[in-house]
Structures are given as C-alpha cells and as structure tokens.
C-alpha cells in the first residue's frame, strides 16, 4: 500500500503544485492586493538572505558622515546611475545615516536577516507545537488534555506583550529566547484554531468509514483529520508572521530585544526616535514604513489565502 | 370524482387564474449570468392542484417564486409577465404586490426551519401574519391562530403558539409555515417541496391536510416537487420542466398513460421497470433462504444514550432481536428516531451496545474489545447515507476504495489489481480513479461507497439509507447493482432504509421499527401483502406510489397516525402508539405491548393483534 499510496500522491501532489502555480499566477494578473502581498513576502524574503551583501555599507560600522540627510528624491535617478556607472567614490546614503553615522538604507535592507528569521521561526515553531496539540487535544478529549486546552487559556489571557517582556527579561536577550516567547504567545492560539477545526472534522463520516475499515484511531488523526483541519492555522500563519515581525521590533524598541548594533528595525526606530529631537526624521522613518508595509503584505497574504480556501 | 376516473377534474372551463408568460430569470455567477428559467409558461385555475415537476436543477422552484415576484440571492427577473386577478404582478408596484402576497398568493418554502424567525415565538409570528391580512386586534388573531392550528393536526395550539422555532420538530415547523401561508386566506398557494424531509406518515398528514383545505376553501395550490407519488396522489395536473421552461402539461391522468417529453417517459418508465421483475435481479423468495447458515444472531440488543445535564437516558433501541442468514437482506424500516441508524452502527462497533448480544459467525461482538475485533472487520463493512460526507474530501477515489484492504495482506500490485476489479464491479469507468469525490456525481460516489465496503469481500454490509442522497433514477440503478452484487458474491445485509419502495425491492425479510422497538417482523411478501400492526398498516397506507389507481385523496378511509412522535425521553407507560394509533383502546394506555410470534416467522406487538381483535 505504501508504494502504491506514495506513487498516486507524488503525481496527484506534481499536479497539486502545478494547479497552485497556475492559480498564483492567474490570481496575481487580477488581485492587485494578492500582489502586493506576494512581492512584500518575496522581497522580505529575498533580503533575508541577501540583504546584508546588497547594502553598500556595513550596516553595523558607523561612516564619518553623522547625521546626514537622504538625498532629495529629484536627484535619486541621477545618483542611481553615477553609483551603477562607478562615477561616485562612496555609495549615497539613500536614506540618509544617523547620530552614530550608521548608514541607514544599509541597516533597514540588512535588518529582515533578524526580523524575519525570529518571527519566521517563532511562527513556524508555534504552528507545529499548536497543531500538533491542538489534534491530539481535539481527537482525544479527557481531562488531560482538557487541561492542556485550560493551560493554554491561562497563558493567552496575559497580554502579549508583558508575557513576552517577562520571558525575555528572564532568560536573557538571545535570539532564541525572542523565538521562545514568541512560542509562548503565539502556540496557544493555533492549538486552539486547529482543535476547534479537528472536533468539526472528527463528525464527518469519513472518520466513521475509516474506523469501520479498521484503520487505528492514531492513524485516522494522523492521515484524515489532520490534513483536512490545517487550513484555518495555514491562514493564520501568515497574519502570524506579520504581527510577530511587530512584536519582535516592539520588543527591540523596549529594550528587551536584540542588542544594539544589530540591525534590527525596532531598535533602528527606539535609537532614531532620540533623532527626532534634531528634526532627523529619516533615522526613525525608514524602518518604521519598513514594518508598516511588511506587516500589511503578509496580512494581505493571508486574507487572499482565506478566500482562496473558502 | 370517480365519474371522471382517477384523472381528477378536467378541462372545466373555468377561468384561469394566474397565467405565467415567459418568464426568464438569469442569476450572476462568477462574473457571467446562469438563465435558471428561460420561456417559462403556465396556467392555473382557481382551486385546481397543479404539480411542478422536474429533475433537480430545472428551476422549478426559481419559477415557482418568481410567480410572486421574488427571486433568490443574485436572480433577476428579465421579462415575462404574471397576470393574476387582471393584474401583471410583475408590473406592480412593490408596495401593491407585498399586499398580494400572503393575502392572494401564499407560500410555503423548504425548509421550515429557516423560514420561521428564529428569535420570536411562532405564536407571535403566526399573529402577526394574521393580523396583517385580516386588521383585526391581537386577542381576535390569537384566537383565530389557535383555532387554524387545530385544523392543522395541532394538538393544544394554545401551548404551542407560545414555543420557540428550535422546540418545534420539523414536521410541526412546517405546520406553522403553512399556517402563515393559508392565514390570509390566499386564491393560490404555492407550496415548494413542502414535504422533503419529512417522514412519509407526517408527509401524508400535511398533504392531505393541505388537499382537504383548498377543496374546503376553493383555492388552487402550485405543488413543486421531484416525487412521482406526490403528483399521483394528490394532483389535478401535471406540468413538466427542463432546462428552466415548461415541456409538458397533462392531466394526470394522461400524463402517466402517455407522457410527452422524454424526460417524463424516461422517468415513469424507470420507476415502473420493478427490479424485482426483471430476470436476473429478482429477489429470492424467502423461502429459499431459510435453510442457509445464519451469519448474523442479535438478541435483545439494547442501546441507550445519557443526556447532558440530566439524570435521564434516550432509550434508542429497546431490546431487539433478529437474525441475518448468508445471502440474505435484513430490512430495518422505520422513520426518524425508531433507532434503526444505531442498530447498523453498533452492529459494527462504531457504537458500544448497552446491552444484548451480537454473535458474528459464533464471535460474540457484543464483549469483544476493538483489537480483537480489527481482523473481524474485513467480514463486516457499511455504506454510509451521505456518500459525500463518509469519504475524505482530499482523498483520490483509488485511495478510499483501498483504505479497508489495509486490513488484508495484499501486495501493492494486487490492491490496485482489486481497485480495479471493483470499480468494473460496480460499473465505474476506470478513469475515475484519480478523481476526487468532489467531481463525482451523487450516484457515481455511492458507488464507490460500494465498492469500498466491498473492498475486503466481506460477507456482511449495513446498507444505512444509501438511496436517501439520490434522484429516484440513480435510486433505481443503485438498487439493481445492489442486488447483482449480492447474487454474485453472495453478501448479505442489513438494508436500513424509510423508503418503503426500495425495501420492497431489495429485502427478503424486514423488521418495522418504532422508537427503538420492532413493532411487527417477518416475511417481506407476507408484511406488504398483510400488514398486522397498526404502525405498519398506517406507514404502508401513508406510502405515496407513483400509481392512479387508488389515489390517496380518493380513498374513503386515510389511514394515518395522528400528531408526532414522542420524545424517547419520556415515552408514553402503555403502548409507545397510543394517543396516534387509529385503533386503540383503553386497554393499550397503561399496558406496555411484547412482542408475540402470531405465525412462523412473523411476529407482532400488539395485544389486538395477538388476541385475533384486527
């Protein structure tokens, strides 16, 4: 059964990425919101990974220049092409540099290397650990796992963001203790999303026809019930990693995120707010439109995902 | 009436009373327009019965409404005209024509439950229908409602105006609707499957009830329905639809000895094709049954279920008893509550019994735990009702029809060998197999419902109502499949079903149910040709045949069971008919009835029965 089984699936699953594609396609062509979630996702995605050797400075050393301002937009075209041509000896300070001559462009492409990773992973983490509760505690309904449900209640009705200082002030401002507490927060809701989802689905009568087939409870959780309750956490998981990216910038911006230099869009806005005093909006602003329109493409994202499974 | 035969009154020349003339309503969908009702013609005359008929998706019940007016959602209507009482209904103002709703054109729609006002008392809300048509002071329309209520079949409207839609069964519910419907005493009522859903000795009730209302008050109905016995029994004429507009329209009487269209003679001539004469698919007479090996033995099998919040338990089957033979089908009949469903399902464990015994070849289920009976499943499979619902939605058809040969050693190789073979067995093309259910049809994924309870060659299926979620054709090539499969694989099983035409088609030997007790049992032939107990007697009487001869409405004597079903909390201390039984005396009030074999293989509980009084 199992070759048989994983032969269907891998045709049925080559034809499932291509209608996926085909539907990515067709809908980016006609929702212009779809879009621009999908580029904001990408884009944040790509300088991830490449962001760091994009930027023309290093986003950790100060330059000579303090304080600059960006350039005025007219003259952008014309920078742009002496920098691509080699005409210019230094690289413009697009978005201007800041009190300490940090090169502000260079911080804001270098920062979703820490932004994304730690919500990405704080994300992920937590829809593994919610679904995975959230399946057995919906299958199997006792007290233990009756109790696991009122844990988990206990721990959302704090509020988010003290729970995450607390924890952060705890253990420590590691990356991985930010990813934890992001966990904390974040793992009750999609253990609560996808219960809720798997006691639906265990009424259906499949259920009944593959218990009838003497298929194995933990096998039935596992093979039906499971893939058909993961969409309502697949939707969240977007929104998700919108509104982590904001708590981890907010918790930078408190002082119970990463360490300075890092760059980091948070604590770029928490140090360019002291700018502000000076008139330097350009400090602050950058990264704080940086999150604004991050947080709004993955929100996109997932309101595009919702209709879509609908 | 009989002067004019079975047709029911003709052409009498009277007035018409509502003429449709080509009526189109489009719909928006997904950016383009779908023409639900394109042409449509009609005329009714005043206080004749007119059936709509059609496959699912004809539009008749998009026509149906859009006579007053109305469409559904996204519909428009984008020409014809609806003249009634002289008057273009469709060119009025909307304020004239909310007047003649109600008051010259009643309605009753689907499904009660969503047409009742959730929030208010139906009392409040029949009240007010009244109060509308008639301008009368709330103290007149209660006591007018109350009144209607009781011609109704409503025992002790007073208590009954005070309930809420969700205390009310379906079947009450839809008496409130037609309640509001008839309240304004309209010249026409249009009635849109005013009984789907609805148990046969309820949907007898409510359409007689309904019959002897308009002759009482003169007043046409416009009966939509899918059901040839509905048409038979209960209408003057007959108009076809197909594809959005009127194909046909006949007398009944001359629409059942020659229909026009192809899809009334296809239709008549699939209902009249009795399986059971034709050849092959005959079922075997019981007799020939009788001395093969017994499969299956339950005894005093017993099933209660606790209630939240209460002390109470819903006593859902009560010590039944039958046994199953190899090769043979078993049919439990009954209608909603009678316990028939949990008897399947504990039969199979997907339900502890409470109590009783189950022996399976000798095993005895009813002790044995889950692991010990998994290798026992292989023997014993089901098909659900909803065909839909028991398959994974994310699953290809060659995996659901496999998923049961997980409990037989065969190879890779050999299980899609056997996908094979079973789809070819229950006549699917092989292309299907890659499919999901999703882009099946309703009668294609009962058939693979079939072929996966097929899948481990077991030698004993539970059929629960696996025709309910099909058009009467596909009901039809279900049932013949079915019974092919039987003689070839010689499976036997225990057919569930409400539906007395398909029992009479597929079952050697049935037990009736009434709340979670067998009420008479025995020979198929014997139950249909003599029924003893007054509950078979009156569900067999309430059975709509799609014949003319003895039509329901002609008959001196309807046998029928009054009111409804009692709860299975608190069931009556007597009989569990009394208060609904046509025959009952005081005795049956206080005595519980046992069951009592009357002749070989037949039983019945009922004293009057067994003491030779009917």
Request: proline share 6%; charged share 20%; aromatic share 6%.
């Amino acid at each position: 059964m199992v070759s048989t089984r994983s032969g269907a699936s891998v045709s049925s699953r080559l034809t499932a990425v291509r209608s996926v594609a085909v539907y990515v396609g067709q809908r980016a062509r006609h929702d212009g919101l779809f879009l621009f979630g999908l580029l904001v996702a990408l884009t944040v995605l790509f300088l991830a990974l490449f962001g760091e050797l994009l930027a023309p400075y290093d986003p950790r050393e100060a330059t000579a220049n303090v304080g600059m301002p960006p350039p005025p937009l007219k003259d952008w075209p014309q920078l742009a092409y002496r920098a691509l041509t080699g005409q210019l000896d230094a690289a413009p300070h697009w978005f201007g540099t800041d009190f300490y001559g940090l090169d502000v462009f260079s911080r804001v492409i270098s920062a979703p290397r820490t932004d994304v990773s730690i919500a990405l992973g704080g994300a992920l983490v937590s829809l593994l650990l919610g679904t995975g509760l959230g399946l057995v505690a919906g299958f199997y309904r006792n007290w233990a796992t009756g109790l696991l449900v009122r844990a988990s209640d206990v721990l959302q009705s704090f509020p988010v963001f003290i729970t995450a200082m607390v924890l952060v002030a705890l253990s420590g401002r590691h990356t991985g203790n930010i990813v934890l507490a992001l966990c904390l927060v974040y793992t009750p809701i999609f253990l609560r999303l996808t219960r809720a989802e798997v006691m639906g689905q265990a009424r259906h009568g499949y259920v009944e026809a593959a218990r009838a087939a003497g298929v194995r409870p933990w096998i039935i959780a596992w093979r039906h019930v499971l893939p058909n309750s993961l969409v309502p956490a697949l939707i969240q998981l977007s929104v998700t990693i919108g509104f982590a990216i904001i708590l981890t910038a907010g918790l930078s911006f408190v002082g119970a995120g990463v360490q300075p230099p890092t760059p980091e869009w948070g604590l770029m806005i928490s140090q360019g707010a002291g700018d502000l005093n000076y008139g330097w909006w350009w400090p602050s602003v950058f990264p704080g439109l940086a999150i604004s329109i991050t947080v709004l493409g993955f929100a996109a994202l997932g309101h595009v995902l919702e209709e879509a499974f609908r | 009436m009989s002067a004019q035969g079975p047709a029911g009154r003709r052409d009498d020349g009277r007035e018409p009373l509502l003429v449709a003339r080509d009526l189109t309503v489009a719909f928006q969908r997904d950016g383009g327009e779908v023409t639900a009702v394109d042409g449509f013609n009609l005329e009714i005359r005043a206080g004749e019965i007119v059936g709509l008929m059609g496959a699912p998706g004809s539009g008749k019940s998009t026509a149906a409404l859009a006579l007053t007016g109305l469409t559904r959602s996204t519909g428009q209507i984008r020409s014809g005209a609806v003249d009634f009482l002289g008057a273009n209904i469709l060119a009025l103002p909307e304020e004239r024509r909310r007047q003649l709703r109600g008051k010259g054109i009643g309605l009753i729609t689907q499904n009660p439950r969503a047409a009742l006002h959730p929030m208010l008392r139906v009392g409040a809300q029949l009240i007010n229908v009244y109060r509308a048509h008639h301008g009368v002071d709330r103290e007149t329309a209660r006591r007018a409602a109350a009144q209607l209520l009781g011609r109704l079949g409503i025992n002790d409207p007073e208590r009954r105006l005070a309930a809420y839609p969700h205390e009310l069964s379906t079947g009450m519910a839809q008496r409130f609707v037609i309640a509001m419907a008839v309240a304004g005493e309209p010249q026409l009522l249009i009635a849109d499957e005013p009984t789907s859903g609805l148990d046969v000795t309820i949907q007898a009730q409510l359409l007689d009830q309904l019959w002897d209302g308009a002759r009482a008050t003169g007043s046409a109905v416009l009966l939509v329905t899918q059901d040839l016995g509905i048409v038979a029994n209960y209408c003057d004429r007959v108009a076809v639809m197909h594809a959005g507009r009127v194909v046909e329209t006949q007398t009944v009487g001359q629409f059942f000895a020659q229909p026009q269209h192809s899809y009334s003679r296809n239709i008549l001539a699939l209902l009249r094709s009795d399986p059971g004469a034709a050849g092959e698919t005959a079922p075997a007479r019981s007799a020939e049954i009788g001395d093969r090996p017994v499969l299956l033995q339950v005894k005093d099998l017993h099933k209660t279920f606790p209630l939240q919040h209460s002390a109470k338990v819903v006593q859902a089957v009560d010590r039944v008893s039958f046994q199953l033979r190899s090769g043979e089908t078993f049919g439990l009949v009954g209608e909603s509550g009678s316990g028939k469903t949990t008897v399947g399902r504990t039969l199979l464990h997907l339900e502890q019994p409470t109590g009783g015994e189950i022996l399976f070849q000798g095993h005895p289920l009813h002790e044995m735990a889950e692991r010990q009976l998994r290798p026992l499943r292989a023997r014993m499979q089901i098909v659900f009702q909803d065909p839909m619902d028991s398959m994974d939605p994310r699953w290809t058809i060659e995996q659901v029809i496999s998923e049961p040969l997980g409990l037989t050693e065969l190879s890779a190789t050999a299980k899609a060998a056997r996908v094979q073979q079973l789809l070819q067995a229950v006549a699917l093309p092989l292309e299907l197999r890659a499919e999901k259910p999703r882009a099946l049809s309703a009668g294609q994924r009962q058939r693979v419902a079939v072929a996966r309870a097929m899948a481990p060659d077991p030698d004993f299926i539970v059929l629960d109502e696996p025709t309910s979620a099909l058009t009467p054709e596909t009901t039809v090539e279900m049932l013949s499949l079915l019974r092919r499969l039987q003689l070839d694989f010689g499976v036997s099983y225990l057919f569930i079903s409400h539906d007395l035409a398909t029992v009479r088609v597929l079952c050697h030997r049935i037990a009736v149910l009434y709340l979670g007790q067998v009420v008479e049992t025995g020979a198929k032939e014997d139950i249909f040709a003599a029924p003893r107990h007054p509950y078979t007697r009156a569900l067999l009487a309430s059975h709509l045949y799609p014949e003319l001869e003895n039509r329901r409405v002609d008959r001196a004597v309807r046998e029928t069971l009054k009111g409804e079903v009692p709860s299975p909390v608190d069931l009556p201390s007597g009989c569990y008919l009394y208060g609904r039984c046509p025959m009952q005396r005081e005795r049956c009030r206080s005595e519980p009835q046992e069951l009592t074999r009357i002749e070989e293989d037949r039983a019945v509980r009922c004293w009057r029965v067994g003491e030779g009084e009917i």
